[in-house]
Structures are given as structure tokens and as C-alpha cells.
């Protein structure tokens, strides 16, 4: 019982940190819409942060996913 308490907790945890990582991610997904149509050259600083921000993503989903997997497995 406590092992399922605490795999929630941390899927919720997951949750959140998606949401906070895809709110700085988009400050730099903004910046290289906008240059793209404005046909101008992306700024390579917002590419890294961007592709930072979706590897992160990506990590925290993965592990969101294994959470959920071990959860229905208890």
C-alpha cells in the first residue's frame, strides 16, 4: 500500500516538472517560429535550449510511463 502512495506521489511529481519544463520550452519554441516566419535565421541559442527542453521532456515521460507500468503491475 505504501509503495502505491509513494509511485502516485511521484508521477505527480512527473507531471509537474513536465509542466514547468514545457513553459521554458516554449519561450524557445516562440523564437524560432517567429524566425522561420520571418524566413530569417534561427538563433542557435534558442535551438539548443529547445532541443535541452524536449530531451528533458522526453526523460520525464519515459519514466512517467515506467511509474505508471510498475502501478498496475502492485
Known sequence: MFEKRKIKKEIKKCQKTIEQIEKKRARSQAALVQAVLLQEKTNDA?????????????????????????????
Open 46 to 74: 534558442d535551438v539548443e535550449w529547445f532541443n535541452k527542453y524536449t530531451g528533458e521532456i522526453t526523460a520525464c515521460r519515459n519514466r512517467m510511463l515506467e511509474l505508471k507500468d510498475k502501478l498496475k503491475k502492485l
